[in-house]
């Protein structure tokens, strides 16, 4: 695997970027939206409209395959939104990383074509709320289904002998916390999530990227809760969390699970290399790399650990 990143969007990527030469007129919120797509082109240009009516700050739409379409349709028609085209292989994670870092203002909505988008997704006043009301890097917004039912997510990190698993909750409460957002939707402080570090790009699976980038924020002091006030519909087929261990689940288990919090600073305590050794299934030199490689990242960022794994899920159902 690449070495783990050690600042904000350090992966430079190839991409196309097209439209975004006019000023956003109607602004009606410090927010701006990223727009992650993957289903084509159909009812594109109606998710656009809308997205134009609800007043945010800037749009940015990622195109996943420009020969599909007259990409040129959309910018001629939108000439406020920056459609983004990476010429590269990327992840959901690589994405979000550059268009928060591309955003203005200081909150930034993640949503996916997948969803069911209307001029009221997000309305200046409900993000006024819901941001004076959390100081949560992340804010997560209940989730249905096309047929409205309500689907999971909320979190929870678990331990049991020595073996971590993340367990979901049904009931939620405003502003309840729960480990990461399902599917990255979300509105992310800018601010935060940039010192934080965003998404691993070295980290290929969605779900240990998400759940790595939303664990460092745990164990790192922030916190991300959910707002019931805020609800967005799926207007398509719902995914399924692909929770195989890989080798992103190594390292996910090494830049969060490993490390310990002593007085005032995070390491990580070679006594727990013989048990990364027997469960990475990498042989001797590429595991003692790998571990000598997140204990170095853990050590540049020691200052920033507020916490470990291990007083994080004993305290879980403390957290407010």
């Avoid at 990143?5 to 196309?16: G, H, K, L, Y």
């Avoid at 010429?87 to 591309?102: C, F, M, P, Q, S």
């Avoid at 367990?167 to 999530?193: C, H, M, Q, W």
Wanted: glycine letters at 6%.
């Amino acid at each position: 695997m690449n070495t783990i990143p050690s600042i904000f969007n350090e992966r430079q990527i190839n991409m196309t970027v097209l439209g975004g030469t006019e000023s956003m007129s109607g602004v009606k919120m410090n927010v701006s939206v990223v727009l992650i797509n993957s289903l084509g082109s159909h009812f594109r240009l109606q998710m656009l409209e809308d997205l134009m009516k609800c007043g945010f700050a800037s749009v940015i739409s990622f195109e996943p395959d420009p020969d599909s379409y007259n990409i040129e349709e959309f910018v001629s028609a939108f000439p406020y939104v920056r459609f983004i085209v990476p010429l590269d292989k990327v992840t959901d994670g690589d994405l979000i990383n550059i268009g928060i870092g591309e955003s203005v203002g200081d909150y930034v909505l993640v949503i996916r074509d997948s969803l069911k988008i209307t001029p009221s997704i997000l309305t200046s006043n409900l993000a006024e709320n819901i941001i004076a009301s959390s100081g949560a890097c992340c804010i997560v917004p209940r989730l249905v289904s096309s047929d409205r039912q309500g689907l999971p997510v909320r979190f929870i990190p678990f331990a049991e002998h020595g073996k971590f698993r993340v367990e979901t909750e049904a009931a939620v409460s405003d502003g309840i916390p729960t480990l990461y957002p399902f599917n990255y939707i979300g509105l992310y402080n800018r601010r935060k999530f940039m010192q934080l570090g965003g998404f691993d790009y070295t980290i290929n699976s969605s779900y240990w990227q998400n759940l790595d980038m939303s664990f460092r924020s745990w164990l790192w002091g922030e916190k991300i809760c959910v707002s019931t006030a805020f609800q967005i519909e799926y207007a398509h087929e719902i995914p399924i969390e692909d929770r195989t261990p890989d080798m992103s689940q190594l390292r996910f288990y090494l830049k969060n699970l490993v490390p310990r919090f002593k007085f005032d600073h995070g390491y990580v305590p070679f006594s727990s290399f013989p048990a990364y050794l027997v469960n990475s299934c990498c042989g001797f030199f590429e595991s003692r790399r790998q571990f000598a490689e997140a204990k170095r990242w853990v050590f540049k960022n020691r200052y920033r650990f507020k916490t470990d794994a291990l007083e994080l899920i004993k305290n879980w159902n403390t957290i407010k």
